[in-house]
């Protein structure tokens, strides 16, 4: 009886185990979470998402945003401009892990290279015409998927990966992109790299990139125009 006593209870150690080891930490909703072991500190007022109104006191405004019907200023060095709808303007995306986003392009506008940390993207073009890529991670050698998309045609970024869009047609072009979190984050390659605050040492630049240092230093003096 005592071996089957310790047959059961080995079993259920090892089930336990198994569920443990299956579960895992919800996605990350900003780039840093630092814990704080006084709960009831001042400065606790960030987690990993927002805090939740009373349900009681939920209303249809806190689940409506208006306005997408509406094209956005192009005019700008990029040529694009980016409407997001998250949680910081839709209050009823906390917790549900979606957004939207509306991109206008002028003709040759850009949406540059840019990743989104936390989210899967998936792009509906509207009007126009858009060559889109995305490149994949070192492990996979940095392969080049590219595709130019008409009205109707969709097109998946998948979740971290570098991705662009370019209008190559003669006219506006408008798309739609979902996003698989209710925060998503954006960082936009060459903002981030020569644009950071404080700047990245030119040392470190110049031999990342492999060119001259006064190559670093005009990129790194230059405006990186934010198009969302």
């Not at 960082?187 to 030119?202: E, L, R, Y």
């Amino acid at each position: 009886m005592k071996g089957v006593y310790f047959l059961i209870s080995t079993l259920a150690i090892l089930a336990s185990a198994t569920f443990l080891v299956s579960a895992s930490d919800p996605s990350p909703l900003q780039d840093f979470c630092v814990a704080l072991n006084d709960t009831k500190s001042a400065e606790a007022v960030f987690v990993n998402g927002k805090f939740c109104k009373d349900p009681k006191l939920a209303n249809a405004n806190d689940f409506f945003f208006s306005g997408l019907q509406n094209p956005r200023n192009t005019q700008n060095p990029l040529g694009s401009n980016v409407t997001a709808v998250n949680v910081d303007n839709l209050l009823g995306l906390n917790t549900l892990g979606i957004s939207l986003a509306r991109i206008d392009f002028a003709p040759n506008g850009l949406n540059p290279p840019h990743t989104h940390p936390r989210a899967t993207e998936i792009l509906v073009v509207l009007e126009g015409t858009l060559y889109v890529g995305f490149v994949t991670s070192n492990g996979d050698g940095n392969r080049l998927f590219t595709k130019v998309l008409n009205k109707g045609d969709v097109f998946v970024f998948p979740i971290g990966l570098i991705h662009f869009q370019l209008n190559v047609g003669h006219v506006n072009a408008v798309a739609f992109a979902g996003l698989s979190s209710q925060n998503p984050g954006v960082i936009t390659i060459a903002k981030a790299v020569f644009g950071s605050q404080p700047p990245i040492n030119p040392d470190v630049l110049a031999k990342a990139f492999q060119v001259d240092d006064n190559v670093v230093d005009n990129l790194q003096k230059q405006f990186w125009y934010d198009n969302n």
